[in-house]
Each structure stands twice: as structure tokens, then as C-alpha cells.
């Protein structure tokens, strides 16, 4: 067997040589860095590519087998291999020259797939898995079909910054908001981005496409009046509940049936003014409140803890205070 250091000239007088020995053995050419042949124990040989990976680690492919290829074969099939693999050390400019050459192979060997293809075909299963959850997923590619129609037949290297700019022109003199235009730009790009990263594009179409200005916006709040007639429309509610029970009730007492628990004593009847109450004393969006759980409430500080999968940016966990009074209306709660 070869040692570390050994070199061979790889050609048909030496793979004529090899024979089986019972153990493996592994030789490397003494022409191209990394191409070698591998030998089983029982004889049959194969040729091989190793490299050393960006993060340090090694790497290994079998290029073909002895004798359906020929070392001639075999040595230009792993310099083609040896340009398009990223290696340790490789700087910035040469690992994108690498990129471009393999997205280039991808697309001769596989052609490059519409929009409306690649969709259906890979993008909608992956995004379920890189997405805050599945139904998020769906929701871009649903937003890609509807919004997009004129580009789900076009090929991927055909969607270009241009057309997409006269796209975001035309929904805004439709009188399209620009919010909900930059909502179907991101579902766009995280699509193209996905294709980029699979090297099916070699540059990202839409770099050069700015997300449109929004307004900032006005930040509306309930006035006192509001927030004072909203509170006695939903004791109102609850008084009607209870008086319902109550009638209900005194029915069953006459026919001798077993009567239901009395709410006439019940801090909350109805679980629309627990919730209403949350929102208005906390700031919690509906999303947030509809998720929460008794472990995510902390009654002796009087803090509520929304998780990360529930927090709006998915990022980081938000933690509200709670008034007084709110603690002690949970304090009673089942």
C-alpha cells in the first residue's frame, strides 16, 4: 500500500498491476493533487478524489471504476472535480469562480427549471422546514402563485431585476399598498434565494430590487371612552350569561332534573373578557395571547413570557409586565 507521501504515475501499465492483497490500499497520482485509486481487499480498484474541505475536514469521491474508465478519463473527470469543489484556503474571489463553474455544470446537466416548476417541485416541501412553521411555507408559495402569474413560465435565469421593478410600479398605480407589495417581493426573494443557495442561479436576480418605502404609520390607541364603553359591553355579555344559567337553571328545578354550577359568583363566565383584558393591559397581538400557556405567566413578578416560535420577529422571547389587577383575576382562574 502507498504511504502518505508516496506518488504514482496513474496510467494502464500500473491499474494492470493492482491485485487484491486482502487489505485495502489506497495510491495517489503523482500529477494531480488528490486524484488517487482505492484497491479492495478483494482487488477491484476505483478512482478517487480527496480534498480538504473549508471547515478542515476531509473529503472523498469516487470518480468511476476500473476498467469501465480509463485513467486518462478518470484524471480529467477529477480535475474538473478539483475546480468546483470549495477547498480549505481558497480565497473569496476563487471560491465564487467555483460556484460560478458549478452552477453553470448544474444547469447543463439538469437545465434550469421555470419558476412555476421549481416552485411546485422543491421550493414548497423546503421552505416548510426553514420557515417559522409549515402553514408559513405554504402561505409564500400560495402568495408567489397568485402575485406572480406572468413569471411562473419563465426559466429562472430569465427573471431579471428590470422586469420586477416595472412589476412593483404597476401594483403601486393599481393602488396596491406598499406593504403588502414588499410582503410578495419577500416571499419572491426567499424562492430565488433558495435557488441561488442550490447554485441553480449563480447571482441573486433580485440584488439590485429595493424593498418600496413605507409610511411609518400611526400607532392607534383606545381612548378612555373606548376602552370604558368596550369593558361594559362585555360585563353586559357576561350578566346575559349568567342570567341565561340561571333560567336555565330554574327549568331543571322543576322538572327534578340535576342543575348546572351557578356562575352568579365566577370571576370570568365568558373567555372573551379574560382575553380582551390581556391585550388591552399587556400589549399582546391575538397570535401571542392565543398561544400563551400557565407556564409562560409568572404570577408572583407579574410578567407574561411569549416564546420565541410565538414572537413576532421568531427571534428573541418579548416579556410583558401585568398590572396589579390582572394578577389577581388570574390568581382566581381554573
Known sequence: MGTKHQRFRIDRDFMRALRGTGDYQ?????????????VTPAGSASYTYRWTKPDGT????????????NPGDARNAAKRESE???????????????????????????????????????YRAESRTVCKTADHGDANAQIILQSFPDFLDLPLDQLTAAPLKEWCSAQISAGLARSTTNKKLTALRGLLTFAVDAEILAAH?????????????????????????????????????R??????NEHRRRRRLPVLPDLAQAEFVDPLRPAVLASIMTGLRKGELFNLRWTDIDLVHRIVTVRDEHAKSG???IFRSMPRSMTCSLRGSP
Open 26 to 38: 489506497a495510491y495517489q497520482c503523482d500529477e494531480l493533487r488528490g486524484f488517487g485509486v482505492k
Open 58 to 69: 476531509q473529503g472523498r469521491k469516487t470518480i468511476g471504476y476500473y476498467p469501465a474508465m
Open 84 to 122: 468546483i469543489i470549495d477547498h480549505k484556503g481558497d480565497t473569496l474571489t476563487v471560491a465564487a469562480v467555483r460556484k460560478v463553474k458549478r452552477t453553470e455544470l448544474t444547469r447543463t446537466v439538469r437545465g434550469v427549471p421555470t419558476l412555476r416548476r421549481y416552485l411546485e417541485d422543491t
Open 205 to 241: 436576480p433580485m440584488r439590485t430590487v429595493k424593498m418600496l418605502q413605507e409610511p411609518s404609520g400611526k400607532v392607534r390607541y383606545l381612548t378612555r371612552d373606548e376602552a370604558d364603553r368596550l369593558y361594559k359591553a362585555m360585563v353586559a355579555r357576561e350578566n346575559d350569561i
Open 243 to 248: 342570567a341565561a344559567r340561571e333560567r336555565t
Open 315 to 317: 427571534k428573541h422571547g
